[in-house]
């Protein structure tokens, strides 16, 4: 089989902006978004992915972005959390997780933000045990996650008064 | 952790991407979802000089009935076997068991086709396919098989996929009607399979008509506990014959041992989960 | 202005968390940065017989590989900084890179310098190292035994040290009406912060100054060693520690890798980048806990404890780690007794060498060893006796008026009424209701149990003289700089180092009640030793007992100066004027007063000074604490067999904590929920495993299993208030308590349950396995 080229072109809409470049297929989506497009608020938390500190919305899904190749995301969406606050005026989920006390060191934040804006998209009123199997998706050595799942709790109730 | 370099190309087709493997064979990997070729290729454990990105081939895509088959694409993501009415209606065992898999992010990437050519020995999918009675259309440029899916899991990460064999579908045959349950006794780290059992039933006049029992996480590879359900056909799942059959889900397999569990622990907990997947899929039944 | 002291005051470093625009190390992004990666042993115990870097070299965009050779002579060795006396510590030399010798999986041999982290790592994989393996010993008991591998020749025995303290003769035990024994183990744990480590060096080749952004929760401390490693004077050096993203006491230890980092940068004059994939924090981190345990404790049928004795054998790894040597034996051996009134106590303890990586503080730091042993000898003498755990526990407490109460070994509790905390326990649980409906369970076949820590730990490090006098080559005081700007706007340096307990929070509280300035007006500035005087870091629940009260001595300087300040321009004299909230106030004239930042201004104008009061609105204290503060609590967890598979559910976890004067309560919560999953982590599920060869088994988190938000129910909490009486906040810390208390209290839970079945004890993690071959009378797995 033959190659001619190393690099990929790709176009990707990132937090509403399009952005294209030049990138070796074994570029991760995680990397590419922070050495390149310099939104380094995903952060890459494990190498076998597992703690999901790295998620972000790809195509209106949560996956982990440190196990998609950029050049998977080609032509897609991506919401990152520099996406998620509009106008200077925090998203739901953010102002909740302040709110809650749902983090402590900040490092998995983004991660479980971008988890919990899913979760909601998808289900608008989870009960606690939903939360908590949502969480599954993510790694958290700080908070023992209960001010987590309190955040995402606050969080549906302001959505659901349309706050 | 990052994957040695490799040449990406993106199939647009399902003909584009049967000449790809087949102009490479054994040097591409079909890349799905990724979320068990792209660990492999970050620990440098797969490195493979091609990969071929399938997330554009329509042919690999949709869920359908034909006949007394249910067609599901290679590409169905773990999601939407979770929430595709057909699935719901035909198959629901597939659904129980897509809903247990890893995390929610996960189960966003994750395909059907990746979870079986994958073959992990631990994985719930294929332990429900097995209960199931799935078989694989298999394409290349040499022709179409179809393989029974317990022919085609032949070991750990090891099956009877050809170099330059593309995996098209599924086909399970449509089971309305019959009960089913995936108990699963999960890792409490990688949240795969310690045991996973898959049980089906389909009952006439109070009694087990036919039995499916599809086993992950115990063997080298997922398998169906025959003997087990040899054992139920033509009972009353009455507590006895059901702890007897559950008893021998193990007989003839090499049991899998780790720092978790070791080959006898994971033997009874393979009897005690086989127990309760049937007595639940028996209760769905009932319901 | 209201009181801010004791409020759930929202965070204001989420500000910039939340919105993902926090500076972690690995986000330091600089023109022309090159990206560092280490070449890790893969073996336990091996000669090197050579490193071939030349294909790795020959890789474009390849920069450079360094190797132990060449760093002879150029790097000095990584020195530990403790040295317990009397302890025969055997010190060996911890060169950044192997030279002949690996003596761990993770130990580093070389380091590749490429343009970019994809061809650093390639470049990695491209290095060849031809290692002769010899054999190795990574258990603590084996490592001990006659014949065992040696790990460092100058070691006999691999012995690193023998510590002891108190002692208890052989009759007080031959006496006793009741004798106790028990051998625990305390298995290692893998800290895992969520951010792994990193560095980032810049040099700047006209000053010949090093800059380190790196993962520290003590910046001063690492810069000291640092500079001493990379032998440059202190003052070239700078260290930042932005944001942080946990430590757990991982990021107290100084490694070999950020001195090769910041060697790297100035001899390639380029700003270099590493960072730890999780994989290598497996190995390349340090490591906590790991001991074995002989405990012997002798008491009379009453319940009244009579003695209590530890031997204990604790694994140190392949070399000394920072505060290695004082983890088991200071942290640990000194408060054995716990929150019991026990006359005669000792500890002796083996710091032991093997072949695996280094172990050193883990949240909590030789307390969680102390109080699990004493917690779980509770609950077997008291089932030895036939007497209620509680009843035991409650008999042998410290009473309250006892206080300070000074333990068998010299340590002076501060305050404390346990019997408070242990009541408020009973009534949320209510005990006797609990103990029914588990009678009636055990009737269907269902099997609760209750588990119960009553805790107390030693924390909030510590007087500098007993720092001395333990052998830490540091002082424990801490440093706070108040500065008040013409404006009125008030910047606060403080030598702790946060990385997630919220001190931005916190210490802004505590200066704008103690100055009476708005809240808004106050930036807390961490984490930079070119910023910050001097410090000593964020460890041991010491930030807020220590840096806490070092801001609230300077907050009391300023408002002392302010008051002369006052006094003078409202002709007044200066008794007669009264600070209050944020105003001096001449008294009984409400209508003559100044704000604290109108003086200020005064301050710094200087016009019209009063004699003898220099300009300026700047106060410091360097506070060095006359004791440790010492919390306490009583933890509840209830627990759910199910005896077909030996699972455990936790059902209901109650906590109940004192950590002193409360200043953030929204803070205080989360540090307890935090903790107490982190203990309830090591009881259940935590465990790093190495095969005989010293292999470690457990590398990713697809086997280590860290706790998930779905195995916990909510935690309840509640509080009781006994302020220290040292400190001018009366706090105490609350950093480890969970993780002190929750550990013991679910390990007696899960006993507790097993009680048809008569299990005495079970070592951690109870993993399902365990739990069902102990109901099963099967023995241990083989």
Redesign the interface.
Same mark, same amino acid.
Request: with cysteine.
């Given at each position: 089989m033959e190659s001619t080229e190393d690099l990929v072109s790709i176009s990707v809409t990132v937090n509403g902006r399009r952005y294209a470049d030049q990138v070796?297929p074994?570029?991760l989506l995680a990397?590419w978004l922070?050495?390149r497009l310099?939104?380094?608020?995903?952060?890459?938390?494990?190498?076998?992915s597992?703690?999901g500190?790295c998620t972000v919305i790809l195509n209106g899904q949560a996956v982990k972005s440190c196990t998609i190749l950029a050049v998977q995301a080609d032509n897609g969406t991506v919401l990152?959390?520099?996406g998620?606050?509009q106008d200077g005026t925090?998203h739901p989920v953010?102002?909740a997780?302040? *709110?809650a006390?749902g983090?402590?060191?900040?490092? %998995? /934040?983004?991660g479980a933000?971008m988890l919990a804006v899913a979760l909601l998209e998808e289900n608008p009123h989870p009960t606690?045990a939903e939360?908590? *199997?949502a969480?599954?998706g993510?790694?958290?050595? %700080? /908070?023992?996650?209960?001010?987590?799942?309190q955040a995402v709790a606050l969080a549906a109730e302001r959505k659901g008064r349309g706050a | 952790?990052?994957p040695?370099?490799f040449r990406y190309h993106r199939a647009r087709s399902l003909d584009e991407a049967l000449d790809l493997v087949a102009q490479a064979p054994g040097q591409a990997r079909i890349l799905a979802g990724g979320h068990s070729l792209i660990p492999l290729m970050k620990?440098?454990l797969a490195q493979p000089q091609w990969v071929i990105d399938v997330e554009e081939v329509a042919e690999l895509r949709g869920i359908r009935e034909e006949g007394e088959v249910l067609h599901i694409g290679a590409m169905t993501r773990y999601r939407e076997l979770m929430t595709d009415p057909l699935v719901a209606r035909d198959a629901p065992l597939l659904a129980l068991a897509a809903r247990r898999v890893g995390d929610l992010q996960v189960r966003n990437r994750g395909t059907v086709g990746g979870a079986l050519c994958h073959a992990d020995p631990a994985a719930d999918l294929p332990a429900a396919a097995l209960a199931s009675d799935a078989e694989l259309e298999l394409r290349s440029r040499r022709g179409q098989r179809r393989v029974a899916l317990g022919d085609f899991l032949q070991g750990p990460l090891t099956t009877d996929l050809k170099p330059d064999e593309v995996l098209v579908a599924i086909h399970v045959p449509r089971r309305p009607g019959w009960g089913v349950a995936y108990q699963k006794?999960p890792?409490?780290?990688?949240g795969y399979a310690v045991v996973g059992v898959a049980a089906a039933i389909a009952a006439e006049s109070g009694r087990v008509a036919r039995v499916c029992l599809g086993v992950t996480g115990v063997g080298p590879r997922a398998y169906r506990a025959a003997a087990s359900e040899e054992r139920l056909v033509g009972t009353g799942l009455d507590p006895e014959v059901l702890r007897a059959a559950s008893a021998v889900v193990t007989d003839g397999i090499a049991v899998n041992h780790d720092?978790?569990?070791?080959a006898?622990?994971r033997r009874?907990?393979a009897a005690?989960y086989a127990e309760r997947a049937l007595a639940a899929a028996w209760a769905a039944i009932q319901a | 202005m209201n009181a801010l002291i004791g409020q759930p005051v929202?965070?204001r470093?989420?500000?910039?968390?939340?919105?993902?625009?926090?500076q972690?190390t690995?986000?330091v992004?600089l023109p022309g940065m090159v990206y560092a990666v280490m070449v890790r042993s893969p073996h336990a115990h091996a000669r090197i017989r050579g490193i071939d870097a030349s294909r790795a070299l020959g890789m474009p965009g390849v920069l450079a590989v360094f190797t132990g050779r060449d760093l002879e002579g150029v790097l000095g060795s990584v020195p530990t900084a403790w040295i317990p006396p009397n302890s025969d510590l055997k010190q060996t030399p911890h060169r950044p890179l192997a030279v002949d010798t690996v003596r761990y999986v993770g130990d580093a041999v070389a380091m590749v310098v490429a343009e970019d982290?994809?061809v650093a790592?390639?470049a990695a994989?491209a290095v060849v190292v031809d290692y002769e393996p010899l054999p190795a010993v990574a258990d603590v008991m084996a490592a001990v035994a006659e014949g065992a591998p040696l790990v460092h020749a100058d070691a006999p025995g691999n012995i690193a040290l023998h510590w002891k303290a108190g002692e208890v003769p052989d009759e007080v035990f031959a006496r006793a009406e009741v004798v106790v024994r028990q051998r625990f183990r305390q298995q290692r744990l893998i800290p895992?912060?969520?951010?792994?480590r990193a560095a980032v060096a810049q040099y700047d080749s006209a000053t010949g100054h090093l800059t380190v952004w790196m993962t520290s929760q003590n910046p001063h401390i690492h810069r000291f060693i640092l500079a001493g490693i990379l032998g440059i004077p202190e003052h070239h050096l700078r260290v930042v520690a932005q944001?942080?993203?946990?430590g757990?006491g991982s990021k107290i230890s100084c490694y070999p890798d950020e001195a090769l980092v910041a060697h790297a940068a100035r001899v390639l004059r380029r700003p270099v980048k590493w960072v730890e994939?999780?994989?290598e924090h497996f190995t390349a981190t340090t490591h906590g806990r790991d001991h074995v345990q002989e405990v012997e404790l002798a008491g009379r049928r009453d319940g009244t404890i009579e003695a209590l004795r530890v031997k204990a054998w604790a694994n140190l790894g392949a070399y000394l780690s920072t505060a290695a040597p004082g983890v088991p034996t200071i942290l640990f051996g000194l408060i054995v007794n716990g929150c019991y009134r026990i006359p005669q106590a000792s500890t002796e303890v083996f710091g032991v060498y093997t072949h695996t990586t280094p172990v050193d503080a883990y949240r909590g730091a030789g307390r969680p060893e102390a109080t699990y042993l004493i917690e779980r000898m509770i609950d077997l003498f008291a089932d030895a006796i036939g007497m209620d755990p509680v009843e035991v526990r409650r008999k042998n407490f410290v009473p309250r008026d006892q206080f300070p109460y000074t333990n068998p070994f010299g340590i002076t509790y501060d305050s404390g009424d346990y019997e408070r905390a242990l009541q408020r326990a009973l009534e949320r649980i209510d005990y006797a209701a609990l103990r029914r409906e588990q009678a009636a369970l055990r009737a269907q076949g269902r099997y609760l149990g209750i588990g119960f820590s009553t805790y107390v730990e030693m924390c909030g490090l510590g007087p500098s003289e007993v720092a001395g006098a333990v052998g830490f080559q540091g002082g424990l005081w801490e440093h706070a700089t108040v500065r008040v700007h013409p404006s009125g706007k008030v910047q606060v340096f403080t030598g702790a180092s946060p990385?997630?307990?919220?001190e931005e929070t916190t210490f802004a509280q505590i200066v704008a009640e103690k100055l009476g300035v708005p809240f808004e007006d106050i930036e807390v500035v961490h984490g930079d030793t070119d910023r910050i005087t001097m410090g000593w870091g964020t460890y041991g629940s010491r930030s807020l007992a220590v840096g806490g009260s070092a801001l609230a001595v300077a907050c009391q300087r300023l408002v002392e100066k302010g008051q002369r300040i006052a006094a003078h321009r409202l002709e007044a004299a200066v008794e007669d004027v009264v600070f209050e909230a944020g105003r001096y106030q001449v008294r009984g004239v409400p209508d003559r007063s100044l704000g604290f930042q109108e003086v200020a201004l005064q301050a710094h104008l200087a016009w019209n000074l009063p004699p003898g009061v220099e300009p300026g609105m700047e106060a410091s204290s360097a506070y060095n604490p006359s004791n440790f503060t010492f919390p306490f609590g009583t933890h509840v967890a209830v627990v759910e067999v199910d005896p077909?598979?030996g699972?455990v559910e936790l059902k209901r976890y109650v906590a109940v904590d004192d950590c002193g004067t409360p200043i953030n309560p929204?803070?205080i919560?989360?540090?307890?929920?935090?903790?107490?999953?982190?203990g309830v982590g090591q009881a259940l599920?935590e465990g790093a495993?190495y095969g005989e060869d010293g292999q470690l088994?457990?590398t990713?988190?697809?086997?280590?299993?860290?706790?998930?938000?779905?195995?916990?129910p909510?935690?309840e909490t509640e509080a009781t208030v006994t302020p220290s009486p040292h400190n001018p906040l009366g706090v105490k810390g609350v950093g480890e308590t969970?993780t002190i208390a929750a550990t013991p209290a679910v390990v007696n839970a899960v006993i507790d349950a097993l009680k048809p079945w008569n299990v005495r004890h079970l070592d951690m993690p109870l993993?399902?396995?365990r739990v069902?071959?102990a109901i099963h009378g099967?023995g241990a797995?083989?």
């Open positions: 070796e074994r570029w990397y922070r050495d310099g939104l380094t608020g995903t952060h890459v938390g494990c190498d076998t597992q703690c500190v990152t959390v520099e998620l606050a925090l953010q102002a997780f302040s *709110e006390h983090l402590q060191c900040g490092f %998995c /934040t983004p933000e606690e939360i908590r *199997e969480l599954d993510l790694l958290c050595r %700080c /908070t023992g996650y209960q001010h987590i799942v | 952790m990052i040695e370099r620990l440098r006794f890792h409490p780290a990688s720092q978790f569990a070791s006898e622990y009874h907990l005690t | 929202r965070r470093e989420d500000a910039r968390l939340v919105v993902g625009r926090g972690f690995d986000d992004q982290r994809y790592r390639d994989e895992n912060p969520m951010e792994p944001d942080v993203g946990g757990f994939d999780r994989s990385h997630g307990q919220g077909a598979t699972a929204l803070i919560a989360g540090q307890v929920h935090g903790g107490i999953v982190q599920w495993v088994l457990t990713s988190f697809l086997d280590y299993a860290m706790p998930k938000a779905r195995f916990f909510p935690i969970g993993t399902p396995e069902w071959r099967k797995q083989g």
